[in-house]
């Protein structure tokens, strides 16, 4: 009795997702699925994101703002938090706040890495560079 009751279940599936198809499995005209962005489409999107809405272009534009354009961004308690901690940092002279902005935004700058030794142990525990025995390759091309 339970692979009967499996089976009506699959059955049961494949009905009702073979209901308002065709035989190539898409939606016939006037068929709408019962759930999908027909019926919340405040849901729907295109799935790009807006330039507009990005830290780094808010970033830019906040720098080229003058003292008073930003004294009203301050002032306004219904701006964005990020753009008043932005104009909050600028009017403050924060410059380690803003470093630390520029550098989530854009990225840490390149930095260059030099590990010097006076101890003759490897650098690297485990690894053996190799090296050729003296001779071994002659550069005078006799035979």
Do not use: C
Request: glycine fraction near 10%.
């Amino acid at each position: 009795m339970g692979i009967e009751a499996n089976l009506n279940n699959e059955n049961t599936a494949t009905r009702l997702a073979d209901d308002g198809r065709d035989q190539r499995g898409r939606f016939t005209s006037g068929n709408k699925p019962k759930a999908g962005f027909h019926t919340n489409p405040e849901r729907r999107s295109n799935g790009h994101w807006k330039k507009s809405d990005s830290a780094r272009y808010k970033l830019e534009k906040m720098m080229l703002l003058t003292e008073d354009e930003l004294q009203a961004i301050l002032g306004n308690g219904q701006s964005p938090l990020f753009e008043q901690k932005i104009a909050e940092a600028i009017m403050d002279g924060s410059w380690s706040i803003l470093g630390g902005m520029i550098n989530q935004v854009y990225g840490s700058p390149r930095s260059s890495v030099e590990i010097s030794t006076e101890s003759s142990e490897p650098l690297i525990k485990g690894f053996v560079i190799p090296v050729l025995p003296d001779n071994f390759i002659n550069l005078s091309n006799k035979s």
